[in-house]
Each structure stands twice: as C-alpha cells, then as structure tokens.
C-alpha cells in the first residue's frame, strides 16, 4: 500500500523540532534542516550540551510510518509559534478562496 501522507513543506535552514523516537509528548531537540525532500528531511540536532549531530531521512511526525516503525531517526515537527503562522497563512489563503 503506498503512502499517501504528504509531508509539509519546509526549507534548508528552517529550525524545527526533533523527536527522538518520534513521540511528540516526548521532550524534544531543536534542530536545523539541512536537506529537504517530499518524503523526509535531514537535520543537525541540539541538545542543551552538545550538538548530537545529523539525522537523514527523518519523517514529519504525522507520517504514519514514524508510528509504525519507530527509529533513531525518529520524527520532526514544527515549533509551535512556527505552526500557529502556518495555520493562520493557510486559514487566510481559504478565505481568499472562497
């Protein structure tokens, strides 16, 4: 069965948040994307005392696959203040729709 969850977009050089085993109600890292594809990302990830280094092919934490096959490269989303903007820009963009 193929996949049809389609990851939303992000840019190189976007900071997003990390999680490690893809569970959102874990604490997460931040992180900087550094390479974007439809399917996945890869990042530098933080923690308060290193940087813990590069994940490649990290999933958006809604994809059904990071649930299903829970990794080390686990799940990435965005911060909350970044989502609340994402939400407003697409709620105006269906308003001018209508």
């Not at 280094?53 to 696959?65: E, I, L, T």
């Not at 990435?76 to 709620?91: G, H, L, M, Q, V």
Request: net charge negative; glycine share 8%.
């Amino acid at each position: 069965m193929p996949n049809e969850f389609k990851m939303p977009a992000v840019e190189v050089g976007d900071i997003v948040l990390w999680y490690g085993d893809g569970n959102v109600s874990t604490a997460p890292c931040p992180a900087i994307v550094t390479k974007a594809t439809e399917a996945n990302v890869a990042l530098v990830c933080f923690d308060d005392a290193y940087v813990m280094g590069p994940k490649v092919g990290v999933m958006h934490v809604d994809d059904p696959r990071v649930r299903q096959h829970p990794d080390e490269r686990g799940g990435w989303d965005f911060r909350p203040k970044d989502k609340a903007k994402r939400e407003a820009a697409e709620s105006r963009q269906l308003k001018k729709a209508s």
